[in-house]
């Protein structure tokens, strides 16, 4: 029997991912500032309120009206699936690190459950993981937030900052080995700095036939498209 997939609804990635992500597994969005992470998890929720799927967005830098604002640059108009209670928009406070930590370790699995969420986004990891003070809990709680969202069932993106001095790993170099799959956004200025070249490539998927190749991205009106048949140069 084919695992179920759960589609991203950005075409060119579904298609890399053999018709999307594995349904259940977390999916690590690695990239520096502007590459379009938070924007590819929008379009992620997106996808599945059209498809009538309940979804849970969890932010720790912007609030809801700053998420709705950001989704409406792009025609989502998130506010009629709020008013269903199709989706929930979450603001945490990184300020205050214990409580939102109590939250997560306490409520949150319980809440996804109550909501009947498929799809669950966590924007940002990396702000997550700068709330405890050594290596040894940020893994623990990494890999308990992890096992607690695996036992919803629901299908999870988590974004994360990557190193400045190397773009293709995380910040907390954590993220990548507990997620089941990894999504590398990068950018790259042309040689006379004139224009910018996006581009991804799929890491790892664990349990699933995947492309490895890099492909070329555009963040356009209606979202971010994969353009699958052109190549990186």
Known sequence: MAEEKVATGIQGLDEMLGGGIPAGHILAVL????????????????????????????????????????????????????????????????ADAKNTVQKINSELPGFIKEFGAKRVVLDSVSLLSMMFDNESEKRTNLFGLCDQIKETGSTALFTAEVKDDNPNVSRGGLVEYVADGVLLLRYRESADSSEVQLSLRIVKMRRAQHSRRIKPYSITSKGIEVHTQAEVF
């Open 31 to 94: 990239g520096s500032c502007g590459t379009g992470k938070s924007t590819l998890t929008l379009q992620y929720i997106w996808q599945g309120l059209q498809n009538g799927e309940k979804a849970i967005f969890i932010s720790l830098e912007e609030d809801e009206n700053s998420i709705k604002k950001n989704a409406a640059n792009f025609g989502w108009d998130l506010q009629p699936f709020i008013d269903n209670n199709s989706l929930s928009l979450v603001k945490l406070e990184p």
